[in-house]
């Protein structure tokens, strides 16, 4: 992640690429464990809570992209030019991994299949790019307000959308009035971006915690509570019993959104304080860049289910507590590299491809120079050296 310093130069925050990737870990790894079905497992064992107390800790990585969208959007302008980008990237995994699913005989070709392929964000193939492009539609006017508005008027908006979309939802249904997705729609990423951009503008108030260490053992804590409070409603069927077990394990619930802001303070609160040569910076920094394209590869629809295929399977023919988490841990850690090498080799053809087509054209720009010279000058004629640039153009 860059920021802008006093004298306009662009200085590479190594705690949030550090963040970056280590949400992203957190996403795949969450994923392997809803796809083994331990989640599902109401017995309550050791394995059971170990991997509910783990899902805890994962929960947050959805919230901490979007507060950083957040802080770090509140000081930038608005570009088409990343919207085409991601949506040329979106485009590429969604079309690529269809076309070998259907190659391999694991997708259908017809027309509703190649309309969701080719239109990935409108169909909502990915729900956080959905969510995300659209809140980066928004980000104009959010900016604008997040920009204009003074400390006091900001926290009341803060307030505001915390208590109706954060603490209200999970005490009370909110189904038929507010938000319902539990933080999977453009609701809950709008507060987390109002959020993230109130700690840019103005900082975290040191008089509360002044150590990094404390917003760290918060989010330890408030992990450990959220696994008490769901072996609670499982084992005295609280509530509606197991169809509450994950009331806070929401995005949007006030367990997750307090132990996401802890965990995003942490790491702010680590600039500085990271150091490495300047090899393994740089690797971190393509990591971190290329966590997109772990999430594009590995949540596609065609792939998805093929991926965590075996993992139940595994899962159930596995007793030990140790090798079923560690059989996730090495199935996430495959996952996760194989999405970065994707992403660093789709970024190096496209980086060549630019190469070549801005040798081309530099090439056609010499050669319309060159006709300029001919025709308008030397040739002492009427004829008019646009017109032949145009003609070359036209071959292009």
Sequence with gaps: MEIETKNNQKERQLNFDILRIFSMFMIVFEHGLLNTGILGDDSLSLLNNIAWLLEAFCIVAVNEFFLMAGYFGVRKNF???KLIELWIMVEMYSVLFYIISYAVGKSELNLKMILFTMFPVVFKRYWYITVYFVLYLLEPYLNRTANEICRDSYLKLL???FF?????????STE????????YGIIWAICL???GGYISRFGIPERILKSRICYLGIYILISICMLITEILIVKYALGSG??????FYKYNSVTVCISSIALFIFFIKLQGKIYFSKSVMRIIKKISVATIGVYLFHTHPELFSFIWSG???KF????SVVAVLSLILIESLIVFGLGILIEVVRGVLLDRCRKLRGGVEADEKAERKYHKGLFGVYSGDSTNYNDVSMEIASYN
């Design 164 to 172: 109706f979309f954060c603490i209200q939802p999970t005490f009370v």
């Design 176 to 183: 038929y009035s507010l938000d319902a997705t539990g933080g």
């Design 311 to 313: 993992l139940e399977v």
């Design 316 to 319: 159930r023919e596995k007793n």
């Design 79 to 81: 570009r088409n030019e």
């Design 159 to 161: 307030s505001v959308l």
């Design 193 to 195: 971006y109002f959020l």
């Design 242 to 247: 197991l169809q509450s077990r994950s009331k």
